[in-house]
């Protein structure tokens, strides 16, 4: 997969992990577990460029002693998951082209 495609994938899929609840590294790790094999290292320079973009928000909340930092998506982080949905329809139309188009060949 191109890198850039797979990086705006990720990032996509970070924001989507936190678009219903506040959450923590380990936790949407854990969450993204499922679907793709995550670092925490990736993990967090995801999470910084997309606080850096303003499409999340970050809180530290003590818990069991410690400081935790929490997640928390903003408007624009769920303007990028609906323009990524859209894209991607874009993108499967185009690969439903390409299918029909080599059933000729």
């Known amino acids: ?3 850039q495609l797979k990086r705006g994938v990720l990032d996509v899929c970070v924001l ?3 678009k219903n609840e506040d959450s923590y590294g380990y936790k949407i790790i854990k969450d993204l577990k499922p679907i793709l094999e995550l670092s925490e ?3 967090y320079t995801i999470l910084k460029r997309l606080e850096e973009a303003n499409m999340l928000v970050v809180r530290s909340a003590e818990y069991e002693g410690r400081l935790r930092k929490y997640y928390h998506i903003t408007p624009n982080g769920l303007r990028r998951i609906e323009d990524f949905k859209n894209e991607w329809k874009e993108i499967m139309e185009i690969y439903a082209f390409i299918e029909r188009e080599e059933r000729y060949l």
């Open 1 to 3: 997969m191109d890198a």
């Open 16 to 18: 989507a992990a936190i």
């Open 41 to 43: 290292s990736t993990l």
